[in-house]
Structure formats: structure tokens, C-alpha cells
């Protein structure tokens, strides 16, 4: 039982490179969520999938997309990376809708030059 | 915008001492309330959880709500050099949106 996995763990990207973060969680969970977090500004919600096949923004959008593929997996997609990018990003997951308890991944450390 | 406040510290106590941590919140409808801890480097995890005004005790963690004043806190009893780490607030965004906000967290660090 793995919990929440995300890949890579680290990556270097240039200003205007793509790529996409990928997240699964093997919980049967319902919920999953991305997250970024730089230094003083705690956890901010990028993108979250209340339940597969839907998803909603949140609240610092602009410059990703996401894809719930399926239950297990929510990818998360830079298409032109920019500095202001760089950060770690967190993937999470919950039972949801009323059990909000979320599980998080190891965190991917993105630096974008 | 929903909004969640702790003080960022850091806080620092003597080790065997008691640890408290505070978080305020801005939406009444708020239900759900979590605490998280973050080490260095790595990825938040769950410590507590707490849904009822009161206290509820887990170990050396209690946790404490005050839905009329909107206010959440964290102790930590008998504090170790390994509880030195960042302390995550996080509550629900009330309604039916599945989402939690999180507070910017408190460093406390515990010395030997």
C-alpha cells in the first residue's frame, strides 16, 4: 500500500519548456488535489478533482491544466514553464465528499531557470 | 476569501515544556479542522483532526475548538526535539466544495 506517489521528484525545466507531473494514489479515494508550496506562503491549491471526471480550480490556476484520468491518477500539466513556477508541488488525495482528511505524496521539486 | 491565520514563529520552548500553537479562521460554516505537521524537505502529514467544540486528546497532542470565536489551537505536551517542525492549520471551505484551506504554518522548534 503505497498511499499518494508522485513523479519525478525533482526535475529542472527551462522558461518556456513543458511537462507534465503525475500523481496516483491507491486509496480507492474519491477527492485528489494539487498543491504548491513556496517559502512564506504556505500550501496554495492549484487545481483539485472533487470526483473522477470533474475538476475545478482553485485557487492559483493560471499556467496549469489538469487531467483526471482515471479514479487513481490527476496529472498535473505546465505547457510553457516560467520562473515564478518554481516551487514544490504537492499531490493529496481524501475519501471525500464529507471525509476531508487528506493524504499527501512525497512532493515534487520543480525548479524552472 | 476564506482565510486561515497562525503566527509563523518561530516558536521556541524548552524540551519537556508545552507547545501551543493557534489558528484563527474566517468562515462560520467551517466543520472540519486538521492539524498537519511538515518536516523539513518532506510532505505534510496528519496529526489531528477535530470536528466538536472542545478538546480532544491523542498522546501528547491535544487539540482545541472554539467555533463561536473561530479559533483552533494545537498543545503539545511534554515536547521532544523531534516535534521541531512546521505546524499546518487547515480548515474546511464550508458547503459542499470538498476543499481545505490551509494556514501559512508555525515553526516551532523544541531545544534541548
Known amino acids: 500500500n503505497a498511499g499518494v506517489t508522485q513523479t519525478p521528484k525533482f526535475q529542472v525545466l527551462k522558461t518556456g519548456q513543458s511537462m507534465t507531473l503525475q500523481c496516483a494514489q491507491d486509496m480507492n479515494h474519491n477527492s485528489m488535489y494539487w498543491y504548491r508550496q513556496d517559502p512564506g506562503m504556505g500550501l496554495r491549491l492549484i487545481y483539485y478533482?472533487?470526483?473522477?471526471?470533474?475538476?475545478d480550480k482553485g485557487e492559483v490556476p493560471n499556467g496549469y491544466n489538469v487531467s483526471r484520468l482515471n479514479k487513481r491518477e490527476f496529472s498535473l500539466r505546465l505547457e510553457s514553464a516560467a520562473p515564478s513556477q518554481t516551487s514544490v508541488y504537492f499531490c493529496?488525495?481524501?475519501?471525500?465528499?464529507?471525509?476531508?482528511?487528506?493524504?499527501f505524496g512525497p512532493g515534487t521539486r520543480l525548479t524552472v531557470t | 476569501q476564506k482565510e486561515v491565520e497562525q503566527n509563523s514563529g518561530p516558536l521556541s520552548v524548552p524540551e519537556g515544556a508545552i507547545a501551543s500553537l493557534n489558528c484563527t479562521y474566517s468562515d462560520r460554516v467551517s466543520q472540519s479542522f486538521f492539524w498537519y505537521r511538515q518536516y523539513s524537505g518532506k510532505s505534510p502529514e496528519l496529526i489531528m483532526s477535530i470536528y466538536s467544540n472542545g478538546d480532544k486528546e491523542d498522546g501528547r497532542f491535544t487539540a482545541q475548538l472554539n467555533k463561536a470565536s473561530q479559533y483552533v489551537s494545537l498543545l503539545i505536551r511534554d515536547s521532544q526535539p523531534s516535534d521541531s517542525a512546521t505546524y499546518l492549520c487547515?480548515?474546511?471551505?464550508?458547503?459542499?466544495?470538498?476543499?481545505?484551506?490551509f494556514g501559512k504554518g508555525t515553526l516551532l522548534t523544541v531545544n534541548p
Open positions: 478533482s472533487a470526483s473522477e471526471g470533474t475538476t
Open positions: 487547515a480548515v474546511d471551505s464550508g458547503g459542499s466544495n470538498y476543499k481545505l484551506t
Open positions: 493529496a488525495s481524501s475519501e471525500g465528499p464529507t471525509a476531508l482528511r487528506q493524504y
